[in-house]
């Protein structure tokens, strides 16, 4: 029981030494702890505090861009340290290699080699190194052999380099997003500028839009300055873990794989006794298969002679048969040809004299039909002209008519215009009166404003006898125009 309750105790302790290890090892914790003592150091600063403030602690989204940051510079820190001893490891490894090299037989070779390897120190076996030789111990002890080893190192050196690479895919994921956050902070900041913009207010919204933009632009040349930062120390980190494992590359190829290789004084009899068998079955292989090439050769060249012959005759008979069957049907062809001919001439000549005689009774309609339509067009010439004649002889008797009509209202109108001049005369007349009446009334104003109302009238009334009396004459030249045309209608 007390030895029971010992090992419990002593695997508690183990465990939480491991863990305690592996949280000291832990980037994420010291980048959380690096990130709580910068902010805890701000208000003390003896310079720049105000700038740092502004920087750091403005936004929410400064604030978890920083935290990133020192986890990322955590993670390198881990890593840049490490790289102590990995350099460490390779000049402590302390490794008898004339030693396993001088063991012939190959299983005490593997034995020895294990030995070294295990008496290594403990911090060796966490490091690159470390790792490869446990790797190559358990590959030739599990086989008992060293073959193909140069080909186990090849892909060890492989494995290790895409863990290396793995390793590097948080702090890859940290660096891409750092910038993102710096612009999510950009459309933050100008989302609360434009927010705040009041055109009815602009002089009290101004401080407020100036606040967004300053969040906007600080958060992203932060992410920018501290993604920088990130990328030139992860490209110096992981620069040297490449040449670290270069040089673990190196190291195998120069003393493992040279060590653990096998020369030919370590071969067995048993060995050398099976190269023998196995050479004599290849030269015993060889020569039944030589022997049986010259027998498919004879074979073939057998097979080609009667494939010849048998061409051969083919060829005569097919020729014999090809001679036979032209000549049946030329003489075919020939008889078909003559016969082809015969109809063909029987059918032209009935075509010919079909076609003449449709041609003579086509002539026959044609001279029938031309008088047909000579006939009709002459009759109806005759029926045009007896209608324009009839036309015109009614078009003169109401030209005629018209005339007349004309001429009667002519003679109205110059009785009227004479009734109308002697009414203007008289109408001068009493003018002249009005006149004489007028020079005798002078004196009285309201009697002249009548007498020349009545003198105006009297001037229209004679204004519009002249129009009408000019109206009269331009209906005479008319009526004699039209009457003139009518004589020469008559006389055509």
């Known amino acids: 029981m007390e030895h029971a309750e010992l090992l419990t105790k002593s695997e508690k302790e183990d465990h939480l030494l491991n863990w305690s290890k592996a949280v000291l090892k832990s980037p994420l914790f010291w980048g959380t702890a690096a990130t709580f003592g910068f902010y805890a150091l701000i208000p003390h600063l003896p310079l720049y505090q105000a700038l740092v403030e502004r920087y750091f602690c403005s936004h929410p ?7 990133l940051f020192f986890i990322g510079m955590a993670i390198i820190g881990v890593k840049g340290i490490g790289m102590h001893g990995q350099n460490k490891s390779l000049t402590e490894t302390n490794i008898d290699w004339e030693t396993i090299g001088e063991v012939e037989d190959i299983n005490e070779r593997i034995d020895v080699f294990e030995e070294q390897v295990q008496i290594l120190p403990g911090w060796i076996g966490e490091t690159y190194l470390g790792k490869r030789l446990q790797d190559v111990v ?58 705040n913009v009041t055109p009815d207010q602009l002089d009290t919204s101004l401080s407020e839009v100036t606040g967004g933009l300053a969040v906007a632009f600080d958060t992203t040349a932060l992410a920018l300055g501290l993604s920088l930062v990130l990328v030139f120390s992860t490209f110096v980190v ?13 190291f195998g190829i120069q003393n493992i794989a040279t060590c653990m290789s096998v020369s030919e004084k370590s071969v067995s009899p048993l060995e050398l006794a099976e190269a023998e068998a196995a050479q004599q079955l290849v030269q015993s292989t060889e020569e039944m298969i030589q022997r ?3 027998l498919w050769q004879q074979n073939l060249e057998s097979l080609r002679s009667r494939w010849n012959e048998v061409m051969e005759r083919q060829q005569v008979n097919f020729d014999q048969s090809m001679q036979q069957g032209m000549s049946n049907t030329l003489d075919t062809h020939s008889s ?6 015969n109809e063909f001439l029987s059918a032209y000549q009935s075509t010919t004299e079909q076609i003449e005689l449709m041609m003579t009774r086509w002539q026959e309609t044609q001279k029938e039909s031309n008088n047909q339509f000579s006939k009709h067009l002459a009759q109806i010439w005759n029926e045009v002209h007896q209608d324009v004649i009839s036309a015109q002889t009614r078009q003169t008797s109401q030209i005629e008519e018209a005339t007349k009509e004309i001429a009667g209202e002519v003679r109205q109108w110059n009785h009227q215009l004479k009734e109308t001049s002697e009414v203007s005369s008289l109408q001068i007349e009493a003018l002249n009166s009005q006149s004489e009446n007028l020079l005798k009334i002078v004196g ?14 009297n001037l229209d009334a004679i204004r519009a006898a002249e129009t009408f009396e000019e109206t009269l004459h331009s209906l005479s030249a008319a009526v004699h125009l039209l009457t003139a045309r009518s004589n020469r209608n008559n006389a055509a």
Do not use: C
């Open 444 to 457: 009285q104003e309201e009697h002249l404003v009548g007498l020349q109302k009545r003198l105006n009238e």
């Open 292 to 294: 049986q090439t010259e």
């Open 238 to 250: 992981e620069r040297m873990e490449q040449k670290q494992l270069e040089k673990i590359e190196l």
């Open 61 to 67: 989204l400064e604030y978890a861009t920083t935290a």
């Open 336 to 341: 078909q040809l003559e016969s082809l001919r």
């Open 138 to 195: 358990s590959y030739v002890k599990a086989r008992r052999s060293v073959q193909d080893l140069d080909e186990h190192l090849k892909y060890l050196a492989e494995l290790a380099s895409e863990q290396m690479h793995a390793s590097y895919s948080l702090i890859r994921t940290i660096t891409w997003a750092v910038p993102i956050i710096g612009f999510l902070g950009t459309v933050i900041g100008i989302t609360i500028a434009i927010a």
